[in-house]
């Protein structure tokens, strides 16, 4: 799967954004969709996940609420949806493909090329 991350740009907190990843090649549904996110000098960190389907969802707890993911099979998309940014947001985030554990990142197969986010305050 290729995976063709967009959306990023820079926004003041209380704004929002909409990342999307569009994917192609293997199969797109066949994949749990992971979004995860890496601020300069941190380690990358989970922020959600869906699974093939798109019946299950799970987020990073400082998002709940906020951050909202969802698919589109027939458009082979993935979508992210950002309300309420905070300047703790500010990230580059990344999208990813797995067939096994949305949790663990050493499961995701396939990566996007990221797109940064900036929020400021």
């Known amino acids: 799967v290729q995976l063709q991350a967009s959306g990023g740009g820079l926004v003041q907190a209380g704004d929002s954004l909409r990342l999307s990843c569009a994917g192609s090649?293997?199969?797109?549904?066949?994949?749990?969709m992971g979004w995860f996110r890496q601020a300069p000098g941190k380690e990358r960190d989970f922020v959600s996940a869906?699974?093939?389907?798109?019946?299950?969802?799970y987020y990073e707890d400082s998002v709940k609420g906020r951050f909202t993911i969802s698919r589109d099979n027939a458009k082979n998309t993935v979508y992210l949806q950002m309300n309420s940014l905070k300047p703790e947001d500010t990230a580059v985030y990344y999208c990813?493909?797995?067939?096994?554990?949305?949790?663990?990142?050493?499961?995701?197969?396939?990566w996007g090329q990221g797109t940064l986010v900036t929020v400021s305050s």
């Open positions: 090649g293997r199969t797109f549904s066949n994949y749990n």
């Open positions: 990813a493909a797995t067939r096994g554990s949305y949790s663990k990142i050493t499961a995701y197969e396939y």
């Open positions: 869906i699974s093939w389907s798109g019946g299950r969802t």
